[in-house]
């Protein structure tokens, strides 16, 4: 397929927008950043922050999709017509040759799909099309949010990155949360605390298990190549949990990454526009009502994947999921081991292993306390913690410090 053809499969097989931006791309255009933006406060901070980072060899753009449903509410309109007003200014300061800032402006979303997962695919869709028109399906595409910080090194490190590793198509981009700002109350501190704790302990117990696509699937912090993008059709239109959904198919494509050198500084928000999610979690978190995955479902994970060993609540999830018909098709369609390894993380994906941990623990075990599952993990991985300071900070702080490549 050529690369002219590769692209038009994309819009013709897609549902997409019609083309936003008529000023041709830079023909070295390499990096494209998508920013939503729905209600913000201030997108200044965000693209300063970009504009700050220290010069990639090629050229960058970043796309900005202010974006709300149909029949919103006059205030949320006003705000958005701010943010246009605020993106202006800076695109009047910018100085630099390197990076060019677009806005999208798409205030009549249909309520059926509004939401950050529709403005997402929006930008991302807009960002297909740019690197389309110069024949680029290596280009890159970010994805970061309109209340977000980043790195100095970010642009750069995600460039150098992907221009040493041709054949990587996607990555998950380090992040943290100020959770020392003063600036919100000890209570939002410790909520956020804790949520960061409880994601890096989430990942690092799947490796643990031997979950090879265990990976962190942050909106605000991943960026694809182009071409994977459209060969698994492009960002989705869920209202949350958009991010997830996406990268479930990237990652096991193989070639996915951790890229820990760049930094994202994501706001502390409490929110409740979605049913599931960061902003939910933190009030959960707030109100002392967040229990998290035991460490010992996670041992039963890893009995299974690394041992063939069938614990008691794993065979009846096993059962009631028709594991062992799988199984036998798995085995008849695999003429190596490598292949059988595929298939049967192809079954026991991402999806299947959340969906292991909520039965389980629904039946067979009770949620703990972030620390306390934490505490058990760095004893697992014989990772030396201060057992006088087991506070969710000093195990954050921990887990931030420490690779967990298990």
Known sequence: MSMQN???????????????????????????????????????????????????????????????????????????????????EIQRENLSDKIKIYYLEENNLPKKHAGVGFARKIGMDEAVRRFCSINNQNGIIISLDADCLCSKNYLSEIEKFFLKNPKAEGVSIGFEHDVEDEKFSEESREAITKYELYMRYYIAAQRFAGFPYAFQTVGSAFAVRVKPYCLEGGMNRKQAG??????????????????????????????????????????QMDNNEYGVYC????????????????????????????????????????????????????????????????????????????????????????????????????????FREIKLDV
């Not at 927008?17 to 791309?25: C, E, F, V, Y």
């Not at 990096?31 to 913000?40: A, H, L, Q, R």
């Not at 994970?301 to 096993?318: D, G, T």
Request: proline residues 5%; positive net charge.
């Open 6 to 88: 590769f692209f038009e499969t994309y819009f013709q097989r897609y549902p997409v927008k019609p083309q936003h931006i008529k000023t041709l791309p830079d023909k070295d255009l390499q990096t494209i950043v998508v920013i939503p933006s729905y209600d913000e406060p201030d997108i200044r901070w965000t693209l300063k922050s970009l504009l700050n980072c220290f010069p990639t060899v090629f050229p960058v753009e970043i796309i900005v999709v202010i974006n709300a449903k149909e029949n919103t509410e006059e205030k949320i309109l006003a705000q958005n017509r701010i943010t246009v007003s605020q993106i202006q």
């Open 242 to 283: 958009e991010d997830f959904y996406f990268l479930q198919k990237i990652i096991p494509r193989g070639n996915f990454f951790s890229l820990n050198t760049a930094k994202v500084f994501p706001s502390i928000r409490f929110s409740s526009r979605v049913p599931f999610g960061t902003g939910i979690s933190l009030k």
């Open 295 to 398: 460490f010992e479902s996670f041992r039963v994970l890893k009995s299974f994947f690394q041992n063939n060993e069938i614990q008691p609540v794993m065979k009846e999830f096993l059962d009631k999921n028709g594991y062992f018909d799988a199984l036998k098709e798995m085995k008849e369609n695999s003429a190596c081991e490598k292949t059988f390894y595929k298939r049967f993380f192809v079954w026991f994906d991402a999806f299947r292993l959340l969906k292991f941990l909520n039965f389980a623990h629904a039946e067979f075990f009770l949620k703990q306390s972030v620390e306390s599952q934490a505490v058990k993990l760095l004893e697992a991985l014989n990772i030396v913690y201060d057992k006088n300071d087991v506070s969710a900070l000093s195990l954050l702080k921990k």
